[in-house]
Each structure stands twice: as structure tokens, then as C-alpha cells.
T-cell receptor
Framework: NAGVTQTPKFQVLKTGQSMTLQCAQD?????MSWYRQDPGMGLRLIHY???????DQGEVPNGYNVSRSTTEDFPLRLLSAAPSQTSVYFC????????????FGPGTRLTVT | SQQGEEDPQALSIQEGENATMNCSYK?????LQWYRQNSGRGLVHLIL?????REKHSGRLRVTLDTSKKSSSLLITASRAADTASYFC????????????FGKGNQVVVIP
């Protein structure tokens, strides 16, 4: 199994551009989530999904959209990038809901200029 | 919302010593998990302790949970250089609350 994969690994955007961060898992996990990690802030939850077709907001959802059309994929869309969205983004998945071991992807380092 | 929060000190120890780090949280929890993050990498799950458990062991790791004090500790015994990493606790409230709240992390440096 590849586990949780994320693409791209690095990305530089200009303010106002949009892009999609890709996340996929091959473990048939129901729960998937997106976090951003900033220095000194730990990980903050952006959006999560408890199954295909079901998404919900986390702690810092503004400026981001998600969809979950399949069990495997959970893309994160930045609608109009801002410098405040410069961060490292992690996707994670778990077997069922949040009270299980989370499997993390390798992360995407995003810089918005 | 609940928030796992580690004591913010960075820890620097000699190889072979024990490393202890703490986590406190604000509201009732269902589970508490500890994760390790090596520099530039994703997080790796270490151990999960449920709210009705007080202590759990996994190899050189020992986790305790005190729900009356809303706190947990992670002990790494006989540390190795490879244990150099950041360690995060994460809590969930259960009961349909599907959010996992991470603390800010504790950086541990093990000197060979």
C-alpha cells in the first residue's frame, strides 16, 4: 500500500491564484482531514470528511474548499491564495472517524508571494 | 473547542537518558494520542490512550493519562539519537465530535 499520498510536494503561488492540493489514500479509510502547520502553532484542522459525500469545517476553514466524491480522494482547493496561507499542509486519514490512529501524508509546502 | 497543549519547553538530553513531556487539555476527551514528527516529514502515530485508561506502554514509550487533571505525559526511556523529533499530543471529544485537536508540540533533541 502507498498509504497517504500528497501532491505536489512544493508549490509557489502568487496572491490571488487558485490551486488544488491533492490527497489520496489506498487503505479504504472513511475519515480524511486536512491540517496546516505553522511555526509555533502546531497543527490546525482545516476541513474533514467522515465519508464520501460528507465534509465539514474544522478550526480554520476560511479560504479553503473541499469535496469528497470518492473514498480515496480528498482534494483541498485554495480559492484565491493569500500570503497568510503560506504553510505546510498535511492530509491524514483513519479507518473510522477521529478516535483511531491517523495516517499522515508527507505534506505540501506552499508559499504565497 | 478542546485543545491539547504541551508544555512548551524544548528538551535536550543525552543518549540513554529518559525524556518526559506533558500535555494538558481543556475539556472532556474520548481519546488522547501522541505523534512524532521528524524534521520535514509527516506525523507518525505513537500511541493512543482512551479516557478510561490510566497508563499504556509501547516498547520504550509510556503514556499516562490523568483525566481529573486533564493532563497526559509521554515518557521515552533510554533515548536514542533517532528519537530526536517533535512530539505532539492530540485529543478528540468523541460523541459525534469528529475533530482532532493538536497541541503545539515539544521538540526533543537527543545528543549522541
Amino acid at each position: 500500500n502507498a498509504g497517504v499520498t500528497q501532491t505536489p510536494k512544493f508549490q509557489v503561488l502568487k496572491t490571488g491564484q487558485s490551486m488544488t492540493l491533492q490527497c489520496a489514500q489506498d487503505m479504504n479509510h472513511e475519515y480524511m482531514s486536512w491540517y496546516r502547520q505553522d511555526p509555533g502553532m502546531g497543527l490546525r484542522l482545516i476541513h474533514y470528511s467522515v465519508g464520501a459525500g460528507i465534509t465539514d469545517q474544522g478550526e480554520v476553514p476560511n479560504g479553503y474548499n473541499v469535496s469528497r466524491s470518492t473514498t480515496e480522494d480528498f482534494p483541498l482547493r485554495l480559492l484565491s491564495a493569500a500570503p497568510s496561507q503560506t504553510s505546510v499542509y498535511f492530509c491524514a486519514s483513519s479507518y473510522r472517524q477521529v478516535g483511531y490512529e491517523q495516517y499522515f501524508g508527507p505534506g505540501t509546502r506552499l508559499t504565497v508571494t | 473547542s478542546q485543545q491539547g497543549e504541551e508544555d512548551p519547553q524544548a528538551l535536550s538530553i543525552q543518549e540513554g537518558e529518559n525524556a518526559t513531556m506533558n500535555c494538558s487539555y481543556k475539556t472532556s476527551i474520548n481519546n488522547l494520542q501522541w505523534y512524532r514528527q521528524n524534521s520535514g516529514r509527516g506525523l507518525v502515530h505513537l500511541i493512543l490512550i482512551r479516557s478510561n485508561e490510566r497508563e499504556k506502554h509501547s516498547g520504550r514509550l509510556r503514556v499516562t493519562l490523568d483525566t481529573s487533571k486533564k493532563s497526559s505525559s509521554l515518557l521515552i526511556t533510554a533515548s536514542r539519537a533517532a528519537d530526536t523529533a517533535s512530539y505532539f499530543c492530540a485529543t478528540d471529544a468523541g460523541y459525534g465530535n469528529n475533530r482532532l485537536a493538536f497541541g503545539k508540540g515539544n521538540q526533543v533533541v537527543v545528543i549522541p
